[in-house]
């Protein structure tokens, strides 16, 4: 397991220090699912939520969130991002949508937590713009999926 990189020696909190780290292209992908009643499964797709659009806000929400993760959690670096990708993928049999989002940087630091607090946003705003319908959605399996770049290399979940 490797150490905590967050804790000085003293225990305390830090923000770590990339200076003396390569910038290199780094990209992450996370995903999470929203699972709905199929009453409000049905107005996302037919585009008859009174709120608007509810996936292109969603997409909106995610690329902000992406941007704004620093200010979000306490440690993470502020990041010049390259790239922000939300996309959606509709199941009709499960009334659910899936959520996945791409980030890209080239940075100091990796930005995994860009790409998951893209998915947690555009879900979060899924629910907003729907819970007056439905307030029994259920946001989960917000993970990381894959990551590469940097000095730890490439990561890829395993299928479950």
Do not use: W
């Not at 990209?27 to 699912?33: F, L, P, R, S």
């Not at 620093?70 to 993928?89: G, K, R």
């Not at 998915?119 to 993970?143: E, G, H, P, Q, W």
């Amino acid at each position: 397991m490797p150490t905590f990189t967050h804790l000085d020696e003293e225990g305390r909190v830090r923000m770590v220090d990339v200076s003396e780290k390569a910038a290199t292209v780094r990209e992450a992908t996370a995903h999470g699912v929203i699972t709905m009643q199929p009453e409000t499964f049905d107005l996302i797709k037919e585009q008859k939520v009174k709120k608007g659009n509810v996936l292109k806000t969603a997409r909106i929400a995610g690329i902000m969130a992406a941007k704004r993760t620093a200010e979000l959690i306490p440690m993470c670096h502020p990041l010049l991002i390259t790239h922000v990708q939300v996309d959606f993928t509709p199941d009709e049999n499960n009334h659910s949508i899936r959520i996945e989002s791409v980030v890209r940087v080239v940075g100091q630091t990796g930005v995994e937590m860009e790409a998951l607090t893209a998915v947690s946003v555009a879900a979060l705003t899924i629910y907003d713009m729907c819970k007056s319908y439905d307030r029994a959605m259920s946001i989960s399996d917000v993970c990381l999926l894959k990551k590469s770049g940097g000095k730890s290399g490439t990561f890829v979940r395993e299928s479950s």
